[in-house]
């Protein structure tokens, strides 16, 4: 009892409504002044880095040439050429990457959320996650290690494809499945109750349902994949010259096109390094922009 | 898909079931498909270890060299190759630390802000911009760290350097260009967007009960995000951190970009060096044989080892976090 007596000496009966002490509004202001420092200071270098692409790659971008012709028979010393060679080499082993993991991707999805119980769902779980990590320099050793020493066939652009599948997979799985469990369950009860069989109502009502968050979903894959280097370094050795064979020959790409210019000093080159790099950047933006776009204006 | 196979023939059964299509092969073909697929994933990792350990193991029993303790990498003598991980591993984790000691703190700010101090009208355009970076490929990271980053964090290491040099981690080792420390910077800003969205994620679910009980009993805004906000959110920022981790242990292009290669060894994270990936990427030119190609896709497969063990540490801690909060 003597302790609520005691409490109760205190001035803290009744309703106060002081401010609080200055030194906790001193520490206060000094941890809003942090954050939203913090903020800033993260925006910062993605600013510096938009601008320096732009700034240093855009004049040449401008010119019909940079996308209407290859870079065969230009020298690091030689103005001109484009990078029609390493655009259509990106596009067509992203293609390729796409029709690849997204049936494989997205029925993994179904399965977790649709049929996935006990012990193997768990597993399926894990091991997307672990996917999730691989460091996309492993994937490519291992693609290396089936494709090459293996299967003894010689690097080409489907290798490099199947190597970016074991990047993309994750990344789609893990939307797609997100999506799929926003979908009512109300939905899936009246196709049922309907007499509408599992794979029916799955393939007809949950799927088209979630259907443009699984497209974001693809497109926010094919972004992160469009840019990886390193599967290319293993797997994909660049080339000056137009490629459309996935299967024989060099294919160039963009990242490795600006990895060949990049070591190089003279400015016909180091030109050529930054409008590659935005062009780069323009393809990830335009994917990441329309999935954006998408899943905002199709909500499920 | 091996479930389709062993059942029985589905026409005998359609005299008992005549009404309705009930859409049993359908069903089965579409869940062995689903069932496949995930089978497929679960196979597709265990054969990333598998191939790696296969291709590794004749190159490290014919390694003359400590692999793990000797600081050689010298693989001239297909007979007698000698190589080692020691330095990959601290050139590796010197940049992962590097990163996620300047990547965490910010992440965690910016995770903040975008839950608790943001208008809540910009808080999604924000959000994005911070996932935006996340969009930037590495290799044009690597390309403004070095060209456009590499004179300011000079200074900022001359500066270091002059006032910390008595500890051997500041240490001035003397190269002018790309170091460890500048990686780590740039790996810093490539892994702040994937710890600031778990972050963000975990902090936004806080009860509002929490905040507001907080609130009430006359806590500023920054008692309020500490007594409430951080301690619901610390499985979640761990686990954000362990993926970031991850990420910077693979982290190839920006690195093999970034870091000049030097012969001499210290402890200064102003000095050049090699990472796994950054190795492994370096050399991808001499995969010849198939002892070479065994040493570098061995170093492949520690790295391998480590993400796996770094991503499934991150994973148990959000597990156990969900059946805490649930």
């Given at each position: ?300 | ?193 994937i710890v600031t969205a778990i972050s963000r994620e975990v902090f936004a679910q806080t009860p509002p009960a929490h905040k507001e009980g907080a609130l009430a009993l006359g806590a500023t805004r920054w008692e309020m995000i500490r007594t409430a906000v ?97």
């Amino acid at each position: 009892m003597t302790s609520i007596a005691a409490a109760g000496a205190t001035p803290l009966i009744g309703p106060s409504i002081e401010r609080p002490s200055r030194a906790r509004e001193i520490r206060n202001a000094i941890a809003t002044g942090l954050i939203w420092t913090s903020f800033f200071a993260a925006v910062v270098p993605l600013v510096w880095i938009l601008y320096t692409v732009i700034t240093k790659g855009l004049s040449l971008l401008l010119s019909s040439t940079w996308w209407l012709e290859s870079q065969r028979g230009i020298t690091v010393r030689h103005v001109g050429g484009g990078a029609y060679h390493a655009i259509v080499g990106t596009l067509l082993q992203a293609t390729v990457t796409a029709l690849i993991s997204v049936p494989i991707a997205i029925f993994t999805a179904v399965y977790l959320v649709e049929y996935g119980r006990g012990r193997l769902a768990r597993a399926v779980s894990f091991m997307v996650d672990i996917l999730t990590g691989i460091p996309s320099i492993v994937a490519a050793l291992f693609i290396y290690a089936l494709w090459v020493t293996t299967l003894g066939l010689d690097r080409a652009g489907f290798s490099v494809s199947l190597a970016l599948v074991l990047l993309m997979l994750p990344v789609v799985v893990r939307s797609t499945e997100e999506m799929l469990r926003l979908v009512p369950n109300e939905l899936r009860e009246a196709s049922y109750a309907l007499g509408v069989p599992k794979w029916k109502t799955i393939s007809r009502v949950v799927i088209p349902t979630a259907f443009s968050g699984i497209v974001t979903g693809v497109l926010l894959g094919l972004a992160r994949v469009i840019g990886e280097t390193a599967p290319l370094l293993i797997l994909g050795p660049y080339t000056k010259e137009i490629n459309f064979n996935l299967f024989s020959g060099n294919m160039a790409a963009l990242p490795t096109m600006i990895n060949w210019d990049r070591t190089q000093s003279l400015q016909p080159a180091v030109d050529r390094t930054w409008a590659a790099a935005l062009t780069l950047i323009l393809l990830v933006l335009l994917l990441n922009i329309a999935g954006r776009v998408i899943a905002r204006f199709s909500r499920v | 898909m091996t479930t389709t196979t062993g059942m029985p023939d589905f026409d005998e059964h359609v005299a008992y079931q005549p009404l309705v299509g009930t859409g049993r092969r359908g069903d089965q073909v579409f869940s062995g498909l689903a069932r496949g697929s995930g089978i497929l994933v679960v196979a597709l990792v265990a054969a990333v270890g598998a191939f790696l350990l296969i291709e590794a193991i004749p190159a490290l029993l014919k390694n003359r060299a400590n692999f793990l303790f000797d600081r050689v990498w010298d693989l001239d003598d297909p007979a007698a190759p000698k190589f080692g991980i020691p330095d990959l591993l601290w050139a590796t984790v010197a940049i992962a630390m590097i990163a996620m000691a300047i990547a965490v703190p910010l992440a965690i700010g910016v995770a903040l802000f975008l839950t608790n101090y943001a208008p809540t009208r910009v808080a999604r355009p924000f959000a994005y911009v911070v996932d935006l970076l996340a969009a930037v490929p590495s290799i044009i990271y690597g390309l403004w760290g070095i060209k456009v980053l590499l004179p300011y964090s000079r200074d900022v290491q001359g500066f270091l350097s002059s006032t910390l040099g008595w500890i051997p981690l500041f240490k001035d080792a003397g190269v002018s260009q790309g170091t460890l420390f500048l990686a780590g910077v740039v790996l810093a800003i490539m892994i702040l967007p994937i710890v600031t969205a778990i972050s963000r994620e975990v902090f936004a679910q806080t009860p509002p009960a929490h905040k507001e009980g907080a609130l009430a009993l006359g806590a500023t805004r920054w008692e309020m995000i500490r007594t409430a906000v951080l301690p619901y959110g610390r499985a979640g920022v761990i686990s954000a951190a362990m993926l970031g981790l991850g990420r910077a242990l693979g982290e190839t292009i920006a690195i093999t970009i970034i870091v000049s290669q030097v012969a001499g060894f210290n402890f200064s994270i102003f000095n050049g060096g090699q990472t796994f990936a950054s190795k492994i990427a370096n050399n991808a030119a001499e995969f010849d044989s198939p002892t070479k190609t065994g040493a570098f896709i061995a170093a492949g497969l520690v790295l391998f080892v480590l993400t796996f063990v770094v991503n499934a540490v991150a994973r148990i801690v959000i597990e156990r976090r969900k059946a805490f909060t649930e």
